[in-house]
């Protein structure tokens, strides 16, 4: 079993509210908008990190992440990508592949809006954990935290922070 946070859109901000949740965790998913590499770099000093790069993502980070990072965790298929749209309205750049041969999970981030929402035409699970960022309108600071257990994906919670 591995506990998983799940975060997105930080845009360089990383404080210890988002630290102490980060020493939960197994292991920590970034679905891009990084912003200054201190914060991926903050996390991976505590635990593991996966992640993808964002639209306001510099070269160093489009160096270090991949655009999409498709990954196995215990035996769940996940897909985490930046601008991926939702059920059914995916982005054109992923709909096809999405379609061809869907993960499990498919992360995505880019909107600030935390949504989770199976799509089950695609039998997966998409999950968008919103911004833990402080810039951009959102009101709430989220993320994602949940486990994973063999094929079930369990004990979902949403963590809300203020944004300022």
Not at 32 to 39: A, H, R, S, Y
Not at 43 to 53: A, C, E, S
Not at 113 to 140: E, Q, R, S, Y
């Amino acid at each position: 079993m591995k506990k998983i946070l799940l975060l997105s859109d930080t845009h360089s901000y990383i404080d210890d509210a988002i630290l102490r949740h980060v020493k939960q965790a197994d292991e920590v998913w970034h679905a891009g908008d990084i912003g200054d590499l201190n914060v991926t770099d903050s996390i991976k000093k505590l635990k593991p990190l996966k992640g993808v790069y964002g639209n306001i993502d510099d070269a160093k980070a489009r160096t270090e992440f991949p655009l999409d990072n498709r990954f196995m965790c215990e035996d769940v298929d996940v897909w985490i990508t930046h601008i991926g749209g939702y059920p059914p309205k995916y982005n054109n750049k992923v709909k096809e592949a999405l379609v061809a041969n869907p993960p499990d999970i498919f992360i995505t981030g880019h909107s600030h809006i935390l949504k989770v929402m199976p799509d089950k035409k695609l039998n997966l699970l998409h999950m968008n954990p919103g911004a833990a960022g402080t810039h951009g309108f959102h009101k709430v600071r989220t993320m994602l935290r949940f486990k994973i257990d063999g094929k079930n994906i369990k004990d979902l919670e949403v963590i809300e922070f203020e944004k300022r």
